[in-house]
């Protein structure tokens, strides 16, 4: 196994690559009407280009709260985010966050205007162009079909995949997900989890994905970051490239959603803790 690692950060394997994104020592707080409730504690990693990197924990770990921090709308009182080595401090295009509810869509404009919409808002692209992007995407998400309709017309997963395109056509530099299957049923979150791991064979975004599912993490990510219980500190990272959906209920999966579960809950023995699990970092 790689070397245990010191404070609440895991390092990278390849530390020559340039990062696109480095989240360094940051620690998040929100105020209730009683008091400070601290989110997250030093938490430290990096995503490289490309990377499908998941954020895993228990609800309450400030897992969500951490995708708000990159996305711009919360400010860390310790540390610092980085976008290719500029601070974020603000909102912006190269950060588009897709979040779990699809109602979002405004009614009152089709699945095309939907999409066009912030290429408009943000002066990005002039009314042709952005008519052009939002349908090259829409064809990208299946929904090619159904860009002249409106968003209450639409079953849950199609609006998911409204949202994807809108979120894509803008071409960020990161894609922000916050639970973004959440709230589908059991079979369509499964085609959303396909059609997603297609969409990102073909287009090759960078992804940093919120989930409470162990499952989902191994699925969906190539890297998966474990937050303790609140307040959430890193507890591991784990490299999760060699599963898909076909994995599903295979015994090396299932082996690893079990030794997840142990490291979120500190539940591991330590005779385990010795044994050679190279596609594990873990932080101590």
């Known amino acids: 196994m790689n070397a245990p690692l010191q404070g609440h950060t895991v390092s990278k394997p390849n530390a020559a690559a340039q990062a696109l994104l480095s989240v360094d020592n940051v620690s998040l707080e929100y105020r209730t009407p009683q008091r400070v409730v601290r989110a997250t504690h030093q938490v430290s990693f990096e995503i490289d280009p ?5 954020l895993l924990g228990p609800s309450g770990c400030g897992k969500s709260t ?3 921090a990159v996305a711009g709308f919360i400010q860390p009182v310790e540390g610092e985010i980085r976008l290719q080595g500029q601070r974020v401090d603000a909102p912006g295009p190269d950060r588009i966050v897709v979040f779990q509810e699809f109602d979002q869509l405004p009614p009152w404009k089709t699945v095309k205007q ?3 919409f912030p290429l408009l808002a943000s002066k990005t692209l002039k009314r042709k162009e952005a008519e052009e992007r939002a349908l090259h995407y829409l064809d990208k998400v299946g929904l090619a079909a159904f860009a002249d309709v409106y968003p209450h017309t639409l079953s849950g997963g199609m609006k998911a995949r409204v949202a994807i395109a809108r979120a ?9 997900m ?15 989890q396909e059609e997603l791991l297609l969409l990102w064979e073909e287009v090759r975004f960078t992804l940093l994905f919120v989930t409470h599912s162990i499952e989902e993490a191994l699925v969906v990510g190539n890297r998966i970051l474990l937050l303790s219980p609140h307040p959430g500190r890193v507890r591991a990272e784990v490299h999760s490239h060699q599963y898909n959906l ?8 299932q082996e690893s959603a079990r030794r997840i579960h142990r490291l979120l809950f500190d539940e591991t023995p330590e005779a385990e803790r010795e044994l050679d699990f190279s596609d594990i970092r873990i932080a101590y």
């Open 114 to 116: 939907n999409v066009m």
């Open 50 to 54: 490309a990377d499908r990197f998941v």
């Open 66 to 68: 951490l995708l708000k």
């Open 168 to 176: 894509l056509a803008m071409q960020p530099k990161i894609l922000l």
């Open 246 to 253: 076909h994995s599903l209920g295979g015994v090396a999966f």
């Open 178 to 192: 916050d639970e973004p299957f959440a709230a589908l049923d059991a079979l369509t979150r499964r085609k959303m």
